[in-house]
Structures are given as structure tokens and as C-alpha cells.
């Protein structure tokens, strides 16, 4: 029996790009097709950085499917989401300024739960 495909591919048009990963879990990928995984390659043929602030609001217009008030609020993720970087917390390398890096790993971990 195959495994259930959790692993989406997404390219933004243009032939430049950053190539990264963005993983949710701990419930965040409800918000996301139950899709735990997105390899995904943002435009860079404009020669613009693309930082986490920037990278949130390219998930909220392109991947987030429902209730993005679950996921983002006043333009970062909402308290009671852990964001690491390449298993680092973001707090340790700049949150929403840290510049994305090609293969940079970026994981959205829920920690609200209902009761």
C-alpha cells in the first residue's frame, strides 16, 4: 500500500528562483490541504531578497486554504505557532528579517489545540 502523498511541488514562473522546503505539523497543515510538505522555488528573477516576512505572505496568497486567521495575524504568523529554520528557532536568526538561503528547511509547528 502507498503512502499518502504529503509532499506538494509548487514554482512560480520566471527561471530564476530560491528553492526551499516549508513543512507544517502539530495541526497547521489542516490549514493547508493536510499537506505536511511544499518544495516550492520563489521568483527571484526580479534580483529581490526574499526574507520570512515576505515569505509569509507569499503562503498566505499561494498555499493557505482556509482560515488564514488560524495561521497569520497582523503580518507574521500567529502566537502559538513555532517557526524554526533549518531546526533553529527563528528567534535565533532574526525571525521575519532572516534572509531565505537556496534549500533553507522552514517549519511551522502548531501548538494550539482545542479542548
Given at each position: 500500500?502507498a ?32 499537506i ?80
Amino acid at each position: 500500500m502507498a503512502a499518502p502523498m504529503d509532499t506538494l511541488k509548487s514554482h512560480e514562473s520566471g527561471s530564476d528562483g530560491l528553492s526551499i522546503r516549508l513543512e507544517f505539523s502539530g495541526g497547521a497543515e489542516l490549514l493547508f490541504d493536510k499537506i505536511k510538505k511544499h518544495d516550492i522555488t520563489l521568483d527571484t528573477s526580479n534580483g529581490s531578497n526574499w526574507n520570512i516576512r515576505r515569505l509569509i505572505s507569499w503562503i498566505k496568497d499561494n498555499l493557505l486554504k482556509e482560515r488564514p486567521e488560524l495561521f497569520v495575524q497582523n503580518n507574521t504568523v500567529r502566537p502559538g505557532i513555532l517557526v524554526l529554520v533549518n531546526d533553529a528557532d527563528w528567534e535565533l536568526v532574526g525571525e521575519l528579517d532572516y534572509n531565505l538561503q537556496a534549500d533553507d528547511r522552514i517549519v511551522f509547528i502548531s501548538t494550539l489545540h482545542g479542548g
